[in-house]
């Protein structure tokens, strides 16, 4: 009795743990961010819509040389992407984009998606958090991916990209 309570028990622990496994790796809310060609950035799921509106749906897109892209990023939406950062710390890119190629509004100061929820179950991929801006009205994007949550503030976000994520715009 007691064997099989123990077999039971472990077997519970096997499908929970795929469970999690499986809930982690949704590829949709999945950033990628490994060079200046293989990154993603989060958007609205709809073209047109205010950034802060979608921190709970946003979406990642990436670019199309990135392993297993979902979305890829709307054409003429990056018009400059600069890598920086060292994998054993932190990457990041940051940069300049077109609203108009996703729709989006010239006074949309903008939003903040993050691993604190923004949205439930965002991840970037072999990172533990990551913090990831867009601001329409400035034309500014940027996201980094860090295995320091100290390296990834997300307590800022309305300083905007070049406060949180200081880089080449
Ligand atoms: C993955 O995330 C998307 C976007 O939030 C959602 O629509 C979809 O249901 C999720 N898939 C799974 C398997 O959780
Ligand atoms: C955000 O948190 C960091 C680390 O705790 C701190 O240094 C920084 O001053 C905070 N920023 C704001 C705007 O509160």
Redesign the pocket.
Known sequence: MATSNTLFAFIILILTTIVFV??DT?A??TATLSSNTVFCTFLP?TPGEYIADSEL?G?AFCTASTPGVVNVIPDGFVISANFAGDPSTYVQITGKMNPDAYQLHHDDEGGQYDSNGS?P?ASCSGYEYFVNLVEPNDGNYCIRCCHNKKDCPTNESTEGCETVIPGIY
Do not use: F, V
């Open positions: 499986h809930a949704n949709t809310i799921p749906t979406i949205p179950d």
